[in-house]
Structures are given as C-alpha cells and as structure tokens.
C-alpha cells in the first residue's frame, strides 16, 4: 500500500506558475505509475497528467499540452506537475494518484490509490 500527499497548490494570477508535488510513503514507490487529476466545482474529475513507473512515458490532457510538465524522483519519492502559463479554468483541487501498472494513463479505474487533493486557483 502506498500513502500520497499532495502539496503546493495555493491561489496565483493568470499566466503565473505553481509546481504541485506528490510525496509517497513506502518504499516501492517506483513500482507505482503516478497521474494528476483535477477536479472543479460542478464539473467531473478529469485527467491532467501521468507518468509511468519508469519515467519513460507520459500523457497529457489537450488542455495542458505545453504549459504543464510531469517528473518524478524516484530518490525523494516525488512527482512533481510544473504548471506555467496558469490560466482561470485550470482551478480545480488537483489530486495525484498511483496504479500498480507499469502505465495507467488517463483513465481514474486504473489508478489504486488517491491522496486528499491540493487547491489550485488562479485569478483573472
């Protein structure tokens, strides 16, 4: 089992950047693929980013393509989702998760774990 926690969300203006971590308990954190989800008041929980177990394969949703990028470091146990170019629509509370898959991709069924979620907000 592995326990995430979620970090560095708070509010910024439009075209600021934020950098969003996910810290994991355990130490087979790099058996885990890790993905960002987002979810806004009165809409659905929808993906935003994930990465594979090794690093080595990413996706992105559309609507973030350029502006936000996944890592993660394997020594500290972290992801990180850098998001520049904030804009208003990208408020949500943004949660990570991990999947016991080489690669979990996009879809929420395929993830185990969850953390609280961190509030993102940015101002127009």
């Known amino acids: 089992q592995v326990q995430l926690v979620e970090s560095g969300g708070g509010l910024v203006q439009a075209g600021g950047s934020l950098r969003l971590s996910c810290a994991a308990s355990?130490?087979?954190?790099?058996?885990?693929?890790i993905g960002w989800f987002r979810q806004a008041p009165g809409k659905e929980r929808e993906p935003v980013a994930a990465?594979?177990?090794?690093?080595?394969?990413?996706y992105y949703a559309d609507s973030v393509k350029g502006r936000f990028t996944i890592s993660r470091d394997s020594a500290k146990n972290t992801v990180y989702l850098q998001m520049n170019s904030l804009k208003p629509e990208d408020t949500a509370v943004y949660y990570c998760?991990?999947?016991?898959?080489?690669?979990?991709?996009?879809?929420?069924?395929?993830?185990?774990?969850w953390g609280q979620g961190t509030q993102v907000t940015v101002s127009s």
């Open positions: 355990g130490r087979t954190f790099s058996s885990y693929a």
């Open positions: 998760a991990a999947g016991r898959t080489p690669y979990s991709g996009r879809d929420a069924k395929d993830y185990d774990y």
């Open positions: 990465i594979s177990r090794s690093g080595g394969m990413t």
